[in-house]
């Protein structure tokens, strides 16, 4: 490479270098990013519009994560340089193939957290997708990966299948004995109070 004497070349060369690096491949799968809660969040929603639409425009997304359209392309700018969303200007934008991957993980561990909640917890089909879901933002993925490699261990062993089956059952009855009386004490001490 010729380094340019003028500093108006030096300026457009440099502009050149940074566009090669935006162009190159996506990291490597190997090379783990951690991702903030809002990050994934994004990848999640680009992904269910590009399920949706093909390929999701900038607007559209603004209106799904609720933020305005310079907050959602600051957003984007990160993702594209680390390689999980294909972004340009004025273009759709896509996931990577290292963004599939991450959403896929995303999904992985959420269904995990899921069938955590429902199967060992009993929490309630109205809340679980939702807890599920949060939860997934943070918690560690060394956690994740635990409780899921967990629930395959119980689904693998029949006896042990049968005596969680009945703990859940014993345990939402407890929660429901639980709650009743929890109420009535809160009763009490509202009169109390007043």
Do not use: W
Not at 149 to 178: C, D, G, H
């Amino acid at each position: 490479m010729l380094i340019a004497s003028n500093p108006a070349q030096r300026n457009r060369e440099k502009i050149v270098r940074k566009a090669e690096k935006r162009t190159l491949a996506p990291k490597e799968a190997s090379t783990r990013v951690t991702l903030s809660a809002a990050l994934e969040s994004y990848l999640e929603h680009i992904h269910g519009l590009q399920l949706r639409y093909g390929a999701v425009r900038v607007s559209d997304l603004a209106k799904k994560v609720g933020c305005r359209m310079p907050t959602v392309t600051s957003t984007l700018r990160r993702l594209g340089d680390l390689g999980l969303v294909n972004y340009e200007k004025y273009r759709p934008v896509t996931l990577t193939q290292l963004g599939v991957k991450a959403v896929k993980r995303l999904d992985i561990h959420q269904k995990a957290l899921t069938d955590f909640l429902t199967n060992v917890l009993g929490v309630e089909d109205d809340l679980v997708e939702e807890e599920a879901c949060f939860l997934e933002h943070h918690f560690s993925t060394k956690l994740l990966s635990r409780i899921r490699r967990y629930m395959e261990f119980i689904r693998s062993v029949p006896s042990f299948q049968k005596f969680l089956n009945t703990q859940r059952a014993e345990f939402v009855n407890f929660l429901s004995r639980n709650s009743t009386s929890s109420q009535k004490d809160q009763g009490k001490s509202e009169k109390i109070s007043s």
